[in-house]
């Protein structure tokens, strides 16, 4: 399986952008790069998801690098209520639907 | 927007007992999933579902765990005979499809404690 890595926390100020980093060396073509996080107490929560090109939601843009063995998940003006572990996993067309949760990063936002 | 719902929030049990977990998925969803999060630890999967069969299941669920879709709005994960390692919050997931770009969407969870 393909694997990701993230650093385990990150700060940001709130009102400024964030950017979530993660490295996915392994990755296959057919891998789609979905990122999901977990508020305190809550579920996880889809983010976004995307397989070569950037993507851009409601919630957050995801960049992705020209080789995909790295991409960016992008707040663009942190909020209080974005204080959460960001987890960025490898889909895999064949696996069946599972997701793969690794440690995610932990993201504090300051006032 | 459409969620999926969990009960009860918090479930407390004596070690031996059984223990039903529900949840019910968004409508329109075919397939379903279970995951557990031992505190402190990552986030697991336990056990996926779709046309009334277990599509995959991990090394945690084993024969003292099973699922239903009892009426087709519920889903259900029950632990037959429960042990202290069992405490931990469970998930439940579902989605329109287990295409690798189909998103999941998760319940807030049940929290079992296992006395």
């Known amino acids: 399986d393909a694997k990701t890595t993230q650093p385990n926390s990150m700060e940001s100020n709130e009102e400024e952008p964030v950017h979530l980093p993660c490295n996915h060396s392994?990755?296959?073509?057919?891998?789609?790069i979905h990122w999901y996080r977990q508020l305190p107490s809550q579920g996880p929560e889809y983010v976004i998801h995307g397989l070569t090109s950037n993507v851009n939601n409601r919630m957050a843009s995801l960049a992705i690098a020209e080789d995909r063995k790295s991409s960016t998940l992008i707040l663009h003006r942190a909020t209080l209520r974005d204080a959460a572990v960001y987890y960025c996993i490898l889909t895999f067309y064949n696996q069946g639907g599972k997701l793969i949760f690794g440690q995610g990063t932990e993201l504090s936002v300051k006032p | 927007e459409p969620e999926v719902t969990q009960t009860p929030s918090h479930q407390v049990t004596q070690m031996g007992q059984e223990v039903i977990l529900r949840c019910v998925p968004i409508s329109n969803h075919l397939y379903f999933y279970w995951y557990r999060q031992i505190l402190g630890q990552k986030v697991e999967f336990l056990v996926s579902?779709?046309?009334?069969?277990?599509?995959?299941k991990s090394e945690i669920f084993d024969d003292q765990f099973s699922v239903e879709r009892p009426d087709g709005s519920n889903f259900t994960l029950k632990i037959r005979s429960t042990k202290l390692e069992d405490s931990a919050m469970y998930f439940c997931?579902?989605?329109?499809?287990?295409?690798?770009?189909?998103?999941?969407?998760f319940g807030d969870g049940t929290r079992l404690s296992i006395l």
């Open positions: 392994t990755i296959s073509g057919t891998d789609y």
């Open positions: 579902f779709y046309n009334n069969e277990i599509s995959e």
């Open positions: 997931a579902s989605s329109i499809g287990t295409a690798s770009n189909q998103p999941q969407h």
